[in-house]
């Protein structure tokens, strides 16, 4: 049960790191879960078709997401999981209940990198924490046109907006 938290720089070199080291665990017994770039050591994982099961008290340790009625939450950010498939994310047994990382990576849009041999999977940035140009909108502002009429930003939500500025400085 060990966490180390990857200087930015290191995270690359770590992963290869991980993947030329021979491995000392035992097959579906442990494995070492990387998201956020912390490692997190798990004691027992289930694996089966390329998917990862693992404990919620786990997927609390390794992500900080708990698996809540309304989702997977942590703080304030909550992922709802579809009542639909509700079976590819939770499995609830007798003593413990399972939930799926590599489903919820799917529905998260985070990329996953899994090493077999070493029982080692990576996961990147979830859609939420990317930037780029896709993502970006832009704040809510209300201004006067020509006649001093004010207009909302907001009020032209689905429709194209050229807007011109300019400054005197």
Known sequence: MSKVRLAAGTRAFFFLALLATPSARAKGVRTTIVYDDVATDIASVGTDDGQLWITTADLTRATRFELKPQGVCREQLCF????????????????????????????????VARDEKMSTWYFGLRSDQRQGLASLQAPDFTLPDMAGKMHTLSDFRGKKVLLVTWASW
């Open 80 to 111: 709802p999981v579809p009542k639909a498939r509700s079976s590819e994310f939770v499995r609830k047994g007798s003593r413990v209940t399972l939930f799926n990382l590599v489903a919820f990576a799917g529905l998260v849009n985070q990329p």
